[in-house]
C-alpha cells in the first residue's frame, strides 16, 4: 500500500514587528490576523491607531470642500445671497406696514399696490445684498492679511464698508458711516462672542 504526505509547506517569515502576543506560532498567528484584524485602521497611506479617543484625519475631497467654503469669495457670495434675503424680508415688511396714504381722488389699485410692495421688497434686498458682500470681503480679506480671527477685524471692515458706503453722500457722511458701522460692527461681535 502506497502512502502519501503531503508537502510540507514552509512557515512564513514574520517580522518581530507584526507578531502577536497572544499567539506564539507563525501560521496560527497569521490566521488570526486574517480573522480578526489588525490593530491598525489604514486611511489614505495614514496609519490611525485605534484606542480610546477617536483620531479623524480629512480626506482630500473633505479639504477641498472645506478650503472652498473657507474663500473670501464664497463668503462674500454666500453674505450676497443671505443679505438679499433678509434685506427683502425686511422690504415685505415695511412696505406692508406703511403702505402710502391714498387721497380720496384717486384710490390706489391692488395692482399699484402690490408693485410698490415689490419695488420696497427688492430695493431692501438690493441694499442689504451689497452690505453684507462688501463688509464680508473687506472682513475676510483683513483677517487673511492679519492671520487672527478677533474683534478687530469685523471693527476694521465696519469702519472701511461705512465709510464705503456713507462716501456717495460726502466725506463728512462717510466719517460719520465708518465711526457708526464700526462701532455697530463692535458691539455685534462682542454680543455674539460672549
Not at 484625519?57 to 477641498?64: H, L, V
Not at 441694499?127 to 471693527?155: H, L, M, P
Amino acid at each position: 500500500m502506497l502512502r502519501f504526505d503531503p508537502p510540507k509547506l514552509p512557515t512564513p517569515k514574520i517580522e518581530e514587528k507584526d507578531k502577536r502576543v497572544f499567539l506564539t506560532d507563525p501560521l496560527w498567528d497569521q490566521v488570526a490576523v486574517y480573522l480578526v484584524g489588525n490593530h491598525h485602521r489604514v486611511r489614505e497611506n495614514i496609519v490611525i491607531p485605534r484606542g480610546p479617543a477617536p483620531v479623524y484625519i480629512k480626506t482630500n475631497d473633505e479639504k477641498t470642500v472645506e478650503a472652498a467654503m473657507e474663500s473670501c469669495v464664497f463668503k462674500s457670495v454666500m453674505s450676497c445671497v443671505l443679505g438679499f434675503g433678509l434685506g427683502a424680508a425686511i422690504g415685505l415688511f415695511s412696505a406692508s406696514v406703511g403702505t402710502n396714504v391714498t387721497t380720496v381722488e384717486k384710490p390706489q389699485t391692488a395692482r399699484e399696490t402690490f408693485r410698490e410692495i415689490k419695488n420696497t421688497t427688492i430695493s431692501h434686498g438690493k441694499s442689504f445684498a451689497a452690505i453684507g458682500c462688501v463688509f464680508s470681503a473687506i472682513e475676510c480679506c483683513i483677517e487673511s492679511y492679519r492671520g487672527q480671527t478677533d474683534w478687530k477685524n469685523g471693527t476694521y471692515a465696519g469702519g472701511l464698508t461705512g465709510a464705503i458706503i456713507g462716501l456717495r453722500a460726502g466725506i463728512k457722511a462717510s466719517i460719520v458711516g465708518a465711526a457708526g458701522f464700526a462701532a455697530f460692527s463692535t458691539a455685534i461681535d462682542y454680543y455674539l462672542h460672549k
